[in-house]
């Protein structure tokens, strides 16, 4: 009886020494996991932060980018009102004063009769009249280059009003070709009211243009 209760004492004392060996091989393994956790989770955490940084950089050169986009784009947009700003003007002083030159022009050589001048007065007035008419090409291609430059940043409704002009113009330059101006006063009349017309409407509408440009 003895015997057995001394093998009963061995075996329980040979299972608390394996329990505990289980116990401290188990917290040796859960150490050691934890271990290579925490290493996993920093290799991730230093490879989140890395990819976290490229991102940011690329971000930041991106909004930079844009900015240089748009600012170059205002820039830009800047130059362009400064352009049509420009031409418009040029358009304007092109115009001022043309009309009645023209006319005027005109009205000087209408019948005039060469044969009852003398030959000097005559060969005055000739030279005069050629003059005139070198002046009036002079004033037309003035004007026809500041339509073309105009033409980009009008309306076709807007740039048909610098057509109708140009061809009034137009119309009084073939007159002068004439050494023999032939014109009646109800005609130069007629003439002198369609070309004041256009010019009105034509004002107008480079002063609307021009109003455009300032609300930008």
Request: hydrophobic share 45%; aromatic share 8%.
């Amino acid at each position: 009886m003895r015997d057995f209760g001394d093998f009963l004492i061995a075996t329980l004392a040979g299972g608390s020494l394996s329990a505990v060996l289980i116990l401290a091989l188990g917290f040796i393994c859960k150490s050691q996991l934890a271990h290579w956790l925490n290493k996993d989770i920093e290799k991730i955490k230093a490879s989140h932060a890395k990819q976290m940084e490229s991102f940011r950089t690329s971000l930041l050169i991106e909004v930079e980018r844009t900015k240089a986009k748009q600012e170059l784009k205002k820039s830009a947009g800047m130059r362009m009102v400064d352009l049509e700003v420009s031409v418009l003007i040029d358009a304007f002083r092109s115009l001022m004063g043309t009309s009645v030159d023209m006319l005027s022009m005109l009205r000087g050589h209408i019948d005039r009769d060469y044969s009852k001048l003398t030959k000097d007065v005559a060969d005055f007035y000739k030279n005069a009249h050629l003059e005139d008419r070198r002046r009036a090409n002079e004033l037309m291609l003035k004007f026809r280059s500041a339509a073309n430059q105009v033409e980009f940043f009008v309306t076709i409704e807007q740039r048909l009003a610098f057509i109708e002009y140009a061809g009034v113009m137009q119309q009084i330059i073939k007159l002068l070709a004439n050494e023999d101006v032939k014109l009646s006063d109800s005609e130069f009349d007629d003439l002198s009211a369609l070309t004041f017309d256009k010019d009105r409407k034509l004002v107008l509408v480079i002063k609307e243009a021009m109003n455009s440009v300032r609300e930008l």
